[in-house]
């Protein structure tokens, strides 16, 4: 038979007579030992966390710096550099030093602290390998600690420049100086220059590199080429005109290969008809049609092809007259081109001949600035001891706590708790000795299902059956179903939850904090959103408007972009558990604890809690949310109002997750 996890016992009668004063002094010393033990865990527990929790956050700032030296091959002057790097760091820390810099706080940054508490606050840490020095500021107030450790810097670096003025470095500084100073005046240069450039169009000192020489050459050459063309067809007009005169017949080339074909086809018909006339008479030849054929079609080549070469001369002869005026005319617009250009190339070889004095001012600059150079590094290598600081991390002002670790100081004290208590356990059974109870049977009438033993004052004789009566109809208690508590995400953690999360787990999580719940959350197509995507409406028994921020309206119009109006709003359908999946996973990115214990039942209960502690009454829940069971309504009865009842048209809908 099970029994609860709850029973009492009564010893049976010894068999030397039984003491009921003494079981009752057992049962009280047993309960004072519970109280001693949950008593001392819980005052201690208490106590320390009171302590843990209200002790403010330490947040630190932090500056680096790099000393360099020209030198560190020989070891003699690298075991040198260390020393003056730990003579620098316990500089850093003495009270001369520190001093100074409280006087200084307080009069540029009215901050008023004294060398102990900078003292506490300040660190130094360094490096050999690296040749580094870490400066650290501690404290509850991240403001100060980058103010303070800017003017800390700041005070040493001038204090090591004025000891190296005065140990005979200034110059060094001055070489330092006159190149700065030169870079300055050469950047300057090089700005007047390229503006320069820019407005004459000059690419280049050499002067064949720029455009308007190049433009002159070019058309010199183009002249060149197109007089020669003139020249060529005035010879050609002139030798055409001179076989004119001399009676000479004058074919165009292009005429020339139809002319031939024709005066092959005359000279055949020749030759034909002169072998005819040595073989027939004169009159045979009149008489026979073929002949007179012959004859008329030489007559008629004949013709052709003189009015052919007829043609052929005049066209060659106006063919010479054209390429003559093209040849001029060009030679006359290329002289009157290059006679405009060179009155540009005078001018341009003024600018560039000024562009050229720039250019070797700028030469000039860059040679005493590399002279400097040369200088200051040989300056350097002959003070090898002489570090250079350069800082390879500026003061920052800290966004993070460093500590305390609350959770981790939260469970010592819970493990140091238990182990006080336990010891004012041990402490009190040793002091508060039970009396011990008479020798006699061990055996024990169990009474299950009750929390809190009967007290039986006298068990003589007739209470032996009286006890066996009872031990008859004993029953089962009542089994106690623990209730889960559900958890309540802070602001915090939800505007966490939303910052890491993905488009679809906004969706998911926004529309959870607005009072959809999950078989709502399921259902969602795109035509449920009304008014350009800013309301959410719900069909069914539970019929309302969910209002959308524009952050949550923008990614549905992304989501519903290309669907119909009764698709989903998911790529594909989704149960409770892949909500409650996606939850948790961007739990996880979200860095919150305990990410399995989220679901979708825990942000809808932060937004039903949200609802109630803004003074939403109970039944108007559902206007908000939707449906609610009323074991789940009852969750909220305990909710704190600030005494104060509201109707939904006043309340605040729309959780503060983004």
């Known amino acids: 038979m099970p029994f609860s996890n709850k029973v009492d016992y009564i010893p049976n009668m010894p068999s030397g007579g039984y003491d009921p004063l003494a079981a009752q002094e057992q049962k009280k010393v047993q309960k004072k030992r519970w109280q001693v033990l949950v008593g001392v865990f819980l005052f201690v527990l208490t106590i320390a966390n009171i302590f843990i929790w209200s002790r403010a956050p330490e947040y630190q700032s932090q500056a680096i ?88 810097l700041s005070l040493y670096t001038s204090l090591l420049e004025r000891e190296r003025v005065s140990n005979g470095s200034d110059e060094i500084l001055q070489y330092q100086e006159q190149l700065t100073a030169l870079e300055q005046k050469i950047a300057q240069q090089k700005q007047v220059i390229n503006e320069f450039s820019q407005a004459n169009n000059i690419v280049s000192s050499e002067r064949n590199d720029n455009r308007i020489p190049n433009k002159i050459k070019g058309l010199g050459i183009s002249l060149d080429e197109a007089e020669a063309q003139k020249t060529q067809a005035l010879a050609e007009l002139d030798s055409i005109n001179e076989s004119l005169a001399n009676g000479q017949m004058i074919e165009r080339p292009v005429d020339k290969s139809s002319i031939d074909v024709n005066r092959a086809a005359v000279q055949e018909l020749a030759v034909e008809l002169s072998a005819l006339s040595e073989k027939y008479t004169q009159e045979y030849l009149q008489r026979d049609p073929e ?35 093209v040849s001029v005319s060009k030679v006359n617009a290329l002289r009157e081109q290059l006679a405009d250009f060179q009155d540009q190339a005078q001018d341009f070889n003024q600018k560039l001949e000024q562009y050229r004095r720039l250019d070797e001012s700028l030469k000039e600059l860059q040679s005493q600035a590399q002279t400097l150079k040369n200088q200051l590094v040989a300056q350097e290598v002959s003070k090898p001891f002489d570090a250079k600081i350069s800082i390879l991390e500026q003061p920052f002002t800290p966004e993070f706590p460093i500590g ?73 208690g009542e089994q106690h179903t623990q209730q889960t508590n559900i958890r309540l995400l802070t602001t915090a953690e939800c505007q966490g939850l939303y910052s890491v999360a993905n488009k679809q787990a906004k969706v998911v999580i926004s529309l959870l904090l607005s009072g959809v719940n999950a078989s709502e959350l399921s259902k969602i ?37 290309g669907q119909q109006a009764d698709d989903l709003l998911w790529v594909s359908p989704l149960s409770t558990e892949d909500f409650c999946q996606i939850i948790i996973n961007t739990g996880h990115d979200a860095e919150l604890p305990y990410p399995e214990q989220l679901s979708t039942e825990v942000l809808r209960h ?53």
């Open 404 to 476: 305390p670790n609350y959770w981790q100081d939260t469970l010592i004290s819970v493990v140091a708790a238990i182990l006080l208590a336990v010891v004012a356990l041990l402490l009190f059974s040793f002091i508060v000795r039970q009396k011990s109870l008479p020798a006699g049977g061990t055996n024990f009438v169990v009474l299950p299902g009750q929390q809190h033993g009967n007290h039986y004052a006298e068990l003589q004789g007739a209470e032996q059956a009286k006890l066996g009566s009872r031990a008859q109809p004993l029953q089962l």
């Open 65 to 152: 710096m790099h000393f360099s030296y020209t030198t560190q091959n020989a070891q003699e002057l690298d075991y040198i550099a260390q020393q003056q790097l730990s003579l620098n760091q316990q500089r850093l820390t003495s009270n001369s030093l520190l001093q100074t810099l409280s006087v200084k706080l307080r009069e540029e940054d009215l901050i008023d602290l004294n060398v102990q508490q900078l003292r506490d606050m300040l660190s130094a840490t360094a490096s050999e390998t690296g040749k580094i020095i870490t400066l650290q500021t501690a404290g509850p107030t991240p403001e100060l600690l980058k103010s303070v450790l800017q003017q800390w």
């Open 291 to 325: 002949v007179v054929a012959k004859q008329q079609k030489f007559i008629s080549l004949s013709k052709d092809l003189e009015q052919q070469i007829a043609d052929s001369q005049l066209l060659y002869l106006q063919d010479s007259r054209r390429n003559l005026a």
């Open 525 to 561: 197509t795109k035509g449920d959103f009304v008014q350009a995507y800013t309301q959410l409406q719900i069909s069914g028994a539970y019929a309302r408007q969910v209002k959308l921020t524009k952050q949550l309206t923008t990614i549905i119009e992304q989501l519903c972009e």
């Open 606 to 658: 932060t937004y039903l809690t949200y609802l109630v502690s803004q003074g939403v009454r109970l039944n108007d829940l559902e206007q908000l949310s939707g449906y609610l069971k009323p074991a789940e309504l009852a969750k909220y009865r305990a909710v704190n109002r600030h005494g104060k009842s509201v109707d939904i048209e006043q309340i605040d809908t729309i959780f503060p997750y983004s």
